[in-house]
């Protein structure tokens, strides 16, 4: 490639830090196995590197950081590691609220909460409350969601308006699909990124990642730190976005691109 070529690569992208990065957050048990340890000190160990990504996002100017914590799948494991998997997941919040809520970060869940414990979903609830009128970083935490439980419930929605005759079969659109996603009010994530070295989705925002820029990383998740971090978002800056446009066309400030 010419210097010339890099150039163009360089003013076509997308130069500004990604506004919503959405992160599955893999590995933990590697981590731990690695260090002949039991997988739940894996996923203290990934709380903690929870922790510091939250507040280095809070630095930066992302607005959104949507992490994958418990997928619709992952009633799948043993039930010991389930139940360990809550009993953090409670422990987190009930530490973590106040200081979120300090830190002018709105916190918010998707996924279907009714699955889980009575208490926790009091928590769940307490946080997004709390933290409702936050500004600086909205953390989204899914829970117990999956991409085609989030299309599903869309859609039944939908339906029942139709039912209803709130709405017709015309109304129907991605538009509108959008509107009833657990994401509606979110802009769409920007960079996606896996830790852990597997490279799929595993069934996370499917709709929502029609054209985001993938990162996969080797990392295990409680290894994962600002540095890696920063990697990440230096590969994002890198890239051309084009949604479907040229090369070209997205050098040509005058069009208006998406
Ligand atoms: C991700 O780490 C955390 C959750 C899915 C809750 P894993 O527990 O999947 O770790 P590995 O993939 O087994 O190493
Ligand atoms: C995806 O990781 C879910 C979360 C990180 C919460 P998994 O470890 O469950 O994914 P698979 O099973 O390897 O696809
Ligand atoms: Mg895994």
Redesign the pocket.
Known sequence: MSTDDSNSLELASNSSIPRHIAI??????RWAQKRFMPRAIGHQAGVKAVRKIVEYCARQEVKVLTL????S??WR?PEEEVSLLMGLFTATLQREINKLDRNNIRLRFIGDRTKFSDKLQEKMLEGEFQTKDNNALTLVV?AN?GGRWDMSQAFQTIMEKIMAGDLESQDISEQLINQYLSTSDLPEPDLFI?T?G?Q?V???LLWQLAYTELYFTETL?PDFDQHSLEDAIKSFKSRQRRFGHTGEQMLDKSITLI
């Open positions: 599955i957050m893999d590995g933990n048990g994958f914590a418990f997928s799948e992952n494991r899914a969601y896996r852990g597997e799929r595993s069934n996370f998740w």
